[in-house]
């Protein structure tokens, strides 16, 4: 599996990676706009990511308009629904408005911080990503 992780704050960042390693290849992106390019380096190399885990509050571009941009770029391809990469926005703004918000935008799961190892490999299992 291949995962981009988009998390500004070092410690949560630590955390993810040492998370998601277990369960493939894991970039890192510091912000929205890295990962946005990484993406599309990605789809330009003809190996995407079969996840990314995006936080919304970062530098430069927010979770939310790289989710976005995301999207856009999987629509410009023509990639199917059933093709695009899953996207777990992980956000200390667990609130409604926000959970909302993500999903209206394109997100494919909602996960509050911090980060609970077991809840979270739970809802991989639940996209069918590990087992």
């Known amino acids: 599996m291949r995962i981009l992780l988009a998390e500004d704050n070092f410690v949560t960042r630590k955390l993810m990676v040492a998370i998601l390693s277990q369960y493939g290849e894991c970039d890192v992106a510091v912000d929205g706009m890295e990962a946005v390019d990484a993406f599309l380096m990605a789809l330009e190399d003809g190996k995407p990511?079969?996840?990314?885990?995006?936080?919304?509050?970062?530098?430069?571009?927010d979770g939310f308009q790289a989710l976005v941009s995301i999207r856009n770029l999987e629509k410009e391809r023509n990639i199917a629904e059933k093709q695009a990469v899953k996207v777990i926005v992980t956000t200390a703004l667990r609130d409604e408005k926000h959970a909302k918000m993500a999903f209206e935008l394109g997100c494919t799961l909602f996960s509050g911080k911090p980060i609970e190892q077991e809840k979270f490999e739970d809802e991989l299992r639940k996209l069918n990503l590990i087992k």
């Open 49 to 61: 990511y079969d996840l990314i885990c995006l936080d919304i509050m970062m530098p430069v571009m």
